[in-house]
């Protein structure tokens, strides 16, 4: 089957194999003090269909991780539902739970810290197996007469197509089969019949161990991932990095899983050795039909192995789509400030770098509406501003942003208790920052000593001097608030006067394409302009 | 294909293919073991029997009644007439093929001593005889691993032949185990070792004769060892003054001199002594190694709630003196039936377990924590591994280099504080023999000639407990190479429980 067969099926597979419905994982470090929680997943929805590998890509700290060890209930979800095969996972626990860990398996970013450098490799690729007391040696009896059956010996009789041992009962003899994942030969089973009337009873005898079953596994386990047999006693100290982030797979492949989250695997790795791992990641998944969730914060290596991407910021996710599609022609202007982080090699390319401002926000308290608001280029602004310039509007921005992130750090019990006393009022330099908010240029520059002498109320009249009178009264209130003591308020006026819907309400996830892709943005509404023309208008100005 | 054939084979199958190295090594120490099987057997009952007293007076006390004593009788009988057969087994460096204790007749001639040797070199012969049968017995072990890894071992190379390699090449931790083996086997070995037995010389003097030559009447007397002690006690300047390394008037040798009241042998005290030290420091540390590394893997794996609640219970029991919660146990328990037990010894060992236990815990609970975050424990529970496992297999291995270098370091914190205690006339009841004692009994008699009796004990607790530090130091810098240098044991360094 071509590659391209391959993909058309994979598409046309009605059922997703996972499903996820407004996950929130929310880590509670606050403890007693009742503190706001981390929200490091806060409403993700997507679905993967069977043999996709979706992409998850994102900066650090955008929840990625969280939510790959969420999907295999590494981390207890705080709110939705991941549905695997329809079930819902997370509210399994004890042996349920256990049985469905087969089915889902996790490859951690650092292999050095996810091997037990203590145990030998194959004790290491062994233990999930010695869990789950591998193989079980569930028998299907293939009786032509339909009669009911039952099993005496070893093993366990299941309905299920993916029997370990099947038993064809014939009129003389019984022919048998093994199921390819159990290294044992046909000889070594012992079947007899005895019948009953309209019942038959199969006794069934293993001539081999488990023990021995399970080490025959891992060592075809380490050829499957491109080790040696003989590497079954050796340490983890004695690999290279990729050789043991192949252990690392060779052993959550243990289980024959369906489904696997890569959690950046080749991220701690060298560049030629990524490749390497990365091909024999791409040769698993079709040898064994494996459905991949792919964490990465390399573009070029998901690119190169997804199949759809998601784009997550902050807990949510942004953009979800075809790879190429996505790469091609970004429609969030997360996605796209992103992209363009891209070095591309084509000397005349026309798309420019988009830089965003400061950093994320603390997923401890995420800002309200969209998410990106406090650092999107394209944030919609309200019609009286509209025609404000470039460099008053990223200082109203700013100041926003510091004034925000001020109301989260004053929450020091010697901060409130200085205030309480009237000792400090918060911000004594505030005329500083406006002047650095609005004038960044002359603030590099030396100041003369006049400049420096000249009193605060000159020297706001200085840095507003730039401002359009409407912007002005509006800061001027600002400072004003500030100097006596009153940020929040100051920040709730800036808000209100320069903030839109970007702010206000949450966006939804707006389709934006025939194949299905979404994107969490505003600006997908019909009454708004899409975030790519604004994004050309104002690269444009520059 | 062949090379998988025969890694594939079980260890038994392993001995089968090559037997050779195996059974010449297991032939020696049988050979090795037989020489001392009188010993061994009697260790071993009188380990049983101390147990089985144990067990048999807690029952007693828990339950009463008249079923217990018929029950214990027949353990009690059971267990006598196999300390008979240990007895009678033959042992080949024991006081009765080496005697050290005779007489001397005026021509010179020693009567009754192994050979007719001098009772000096006598004992000087068994007590080198017996640590050179420890050392090569350890060393044969020590052949033995050697044996299997050449041999044996599928494994070309483990994290631990590193280990190995850096303590071969530790000076200073070398020098402390050699001490410890030193220690411990005089306690081990004491009956053996010590000039005369421990129920000879303190427990049953009045039932021991000794045989001496009397010039007065110039034939052999005979003088039972109460008497004989009393007569050859060390009390100072004026009165008589057995130090190191002479004979008394009846011709006993004494290594270290004697003591003042009742005047036993010093030696002979200090080697039975060095069983109860050790006996109580194993017990305290074993208890409080199972309490600190069980808590620090549970507060490591869970956190939250359990985590608060032992630092809180730690810190309680931290809060308090321990030598005042140790005073306290004496007295309040000194009629109890749990006091009877090894003279106040089981008591006084879990007592010191209970008030050690939480600075070791805070000793592990940092790499409890971290081996906690590594991504393998994780791994083992993405795929359903039981915690109690997880924290076995994935957890405690690298806790229990951590364990054993803070219990080490411990350990010679129990022996001073319960040498403390009985100097303080506390702790191990006489006539149980305990280092402790034997300071404050010599106490008085430090500027006189009679110096020895505190001196000497004294001398042998510093060496001890430094001795164990050092070998803390070096298993330390054997499990972690990176530690070197820095002091990571100094909090567990011996703090000698306040006394």
Redesign the interface.
Known sequence: MSEELLTESRQTTAEPLVEVNGLKTYYDTGGMLGSQPVKAVDGVDFSIARGETLGLVGESGCGKTTLG?TL???ETATDGEVLFDGRDVTTLSGSE??KW??NA??V???PE????????VGEIIR??LD??GWPNFTVAVDDPQDRSVSLSGDGTLTDDDQADITVAVGDDDQTVAVREGIPMDESAVKVSTTERGSSVTVSLSVGVSKS?LR?ARV?ELLKTVGLQ??H????P??FSGGQRQRV?IA?SL??EPEFVVLDEPVSALDVSVQAKVLNLLEDLQEQFGLTYLFIAHDLSVVRHICDRVAVMYLGHIMEIGETEELFQNPKNPYTYSLLSAIPDPDPETTRERVTLRGTPPSPRNPPSGCPFSTRCPVKIRPTEYRDIDEQTWEGIELLGDILRNREQQSVGVRERAKRLLGLETGFDDIVDVVEEVFMPETVETEQSAAERSMADDERLEAALSDVPATVKTHIETAVELIEAGDESQAHQLLTDEFGSVCEHESPEHHPVSDTGRASYCHRHRSEYDEPEPVFDSHLDHD | MS??AT??LPFRERLRENPRPALLWVGVLGVLLALEIGAITSVAVTVVSGLAGAVASAAAAVLGGPVVPSIGGAIDGALTSAAHVADGLPSLLSRDVIPNQGYQTPDGTWHGTFLGLEPKYAWLLRLVLVYAYMFAFLWWCWRGYRVYVRHYR??????RDDMVDRLRTHRWGQFGFVVVLLFVGMALFAPAISPTSADQNIYHTSQYDVQYYDADTESVETIAVLDANLDSASRGAGTTNIGPWQYDQYDRFHPFGTMSNPGQDLFTFMAYGARISLAIGLIAIGVSVVLAGGFSMLTAYYKGLVDLSVVFVSDSIQSLPGILLLLLVVAVFQSHWLWEIYNGGLLLALAFGVVYWPGLWRAVRGPALQVAE???V?????????SV?TMR??ML??LLSYLLIYGSMSLGGVIIGIAGLSFLGLGIDPPTPEWGRAINTGQDYVTTPAWHISLIPGILIVIVVTGFNALGDGIRDAMDPESEGEDAGAGATASGGGA
Do not use: C
């Open positions: 060890r295999v209930q590494l739970l256990k860990r087969r398996q996790i951690f970013q650092d810290s996810s091997l037990n450098s203590r145990m030998t233990e999930p869990v789950h021995r080490r060592r047999e003989e079954y006693y050796r340490y100290h004695q690392g052993r243990a289980l | 090379e998988t890694t594939e599928f494994a070309d190379w483990t994290p590594q991504e393998w994780d791994a083992a529970k993405s795929y359903g591994q039981r496992t297999k994935h291995p690298y």
